[in-house]
Structures are given as structure tokens and as C-alpha cells.
């Protein structure tokens, strides 16, 4: 059973551009919503999270929305660098749970 | 480099035979988790240790896999009679409780397996 669902599988964004991936989750129970980073050969890499008592976190170029009632959150990457291409997963866990469960990932690629 | 490590890097194998990863992580994180990745999708949970207790396993981790912490430091994640269908990525990460239990996953660069 998936519980995470993200979308899109991959994307393409011109340099300065907007990359936007987006997550659904189907556990209520989960209350932290952390974003991973993973190069290809390396492992997966904390970028930024976000508890859902908080409807938006930013940090730099990047930014997590949360709509709690809809169940959905999403990453927004601003002014998107060709460095930035990577494969991203979100991820949703219970606090002093240690499982976490992630989605299928987003390979994004930005173009020159 | 002080970061989680893990050995071998890449491991091809026949079909019928054990394999052992090993993880090493952060020095002064007390928690280790073991992860597999196939191709195009997140990493899956495998297992998860509290110093030398394995607190909780996946279903996923079917009785031909092991893992053991033996002194609460470095960890070995065993497969025995590999099938094909364990070729994948193994990750192990680490994590050290924080003050706010808002623990981060320190993951390493994984183990790569291929059966055949």
C-alpha cells in the first residue's frame, strides 16, 4: 500500500524557473512531512521538512506548502540551478516514530 | 569523512548465494536503519536498531534476511539464498535523538546489488 503519492515521475525546468513537485498522504497519523535530495551513486539527502501545524517553511531557494486538510504538500524550488538536478523524494513519518515512508521520487532536470 | 559509510559499494552475485553488506555510522548516533531502493522508486524500510536492540522489522524483510548490531555501532545486513528479486539498492542511515524527537536520517551511499 502506497502511502505516499508524488507526482510528477519526472520534470524539466528551464534555469530560473519554478520546479514544483507535489505529494499526497493517506496516514493522518503521520506529523512530519521531510523533503530528501539524492544525487545519483549517493544517498538520499534531508533538504528541508515541515510539520503541519505550519501551512508554509521556506529556506533559501526552497519551500514546502502544506494543506493539512487536503492531505497534500509540496516542494517549490525557485530560480532553479542546473546543480539542482537530482531526484527528489518526499516523505511523511510519525514523530518518535522511526519509520519513514517515502514516495516514488521526482527526477528533475534543469536545462540551461 | 564522518558521514555513514557502507561496504562493499557494489555486489554481484549468483542466484542460491549469501551476501553481507555492512554499515557504519555516525559515531555518536545511537539509531540505524536499513532501506532498499529499487530503480524509480523511494527508499522502502527494512529494519531499525537502538544501539544493539533491533526494535522493529518490515514484512518486507523475509526470513532469508538478517541484520545485527552486535556492540551498538556498526551493523551487517545478511541475505541468504539471494533470489533476483533482491537486486536493488541497500541503504543504511543513522540518527542521534534530538530535543525536539525530530530526528534526521543520515543516509549513506548504499550497496548496490545485482543478482544473476
Known amino acids: 500500500q502506497q502511502q505516499v503519492k508524488q507526482s510528477p515521475q519526472s520534470l524539466i525546468v528551464q534555469k530560473g524557473g519554478i520546479s514544483i513537485i507535489n505529494c499526497a498522504y493517506e496516514?493522518?497519523?503521520?506529523?512530519?512531512f521531510p523533503w530528501y535530495q539524492q544525487f545519483p551513486g549517493k544517498g538520499p539527502a534531508l533538504l528541508i521538512a515541515?510539520?503541519?501545524?505550519?501551512s508554509e517553511k521556506k529556506e533559501g531557494r526552497f519551500t514546502i506548502s502544506f494543506n493539512k486538510s487536503a492531505k497534500q504538500f509540496s516542494l517549490h524550488i525557485m530560480d532553479s540551478q542546473p546543480g539542482d538536478s537530482a531526484t527528489y523524494f518526499c516523505?511523511?513519518?510519525?514523530?518518535?516514530?522511526?519509520?519513514?515512508?517515502f514516495g516514488t521520487g521526482t527526477k528533475l532536470q534543469v536545462i540551461p | 569523512d564522518t558521514g555513514v559509510s557502507q561496504d562493499p559499494r557494489h555486489k554481484i552475485t549468483k542466484r542460491g548465494q549469501n551476501v553481507t553488506f555492512r554499515c557504519d555510522p555516525i559515531?555518536?548516533?545511537?539509531?540505524l536503519y536499513w532501506y532498499r531502493q529499487t530503480l524509480g522508486q523511494g527508499p522502502e524500510f527494512l529494519t531499525y536498531?537502538?544501539?544493539?536492540?533491533?526494535?522493529?522489522k518490515s514484512r518486507l524483510l523475509s526470513d532469508r534476511f538478517s541484520a545485527e548490531r552486535p556492540k551498538g555501532s556498526f551493523s551487517t545486513l545478511e541475505i541468504q539464498r539471494t533470489e533476483q528479486g533482491d537486486s536493488a539498492m541497500y541503504l543504511c542511515?543513522?540518527?542521534?535523538?534530538?530535543?525536539?524527537?525530530?530526528?534526521?536520517?543520515?543516509f549513506g551511499p548504499g550497496t548496490r546489488l545485482l543478482v544473476l
Open positions: 559515531s555518536e548516533h545511537n539509531r
Open positions: 542511515a543513522s540518527s542521534a535523538r534530538a530535543a525536539n524527537d525530530q530526528e534526521t536520517q543520515y
Open positions: 496516514n493522518t497519523a503521520f506529523d512530519y
Open positions: 536498531f537502538q544501539n544493539e536492540a533491533q526494535l522493529e
Open positions: 515541515i510539520r503541519p501545524d505550519v
Open positions: 516523505a511523511a513519518n510519525r514523530i518518535g516514530y522511526q519509520k519513514v515512508t
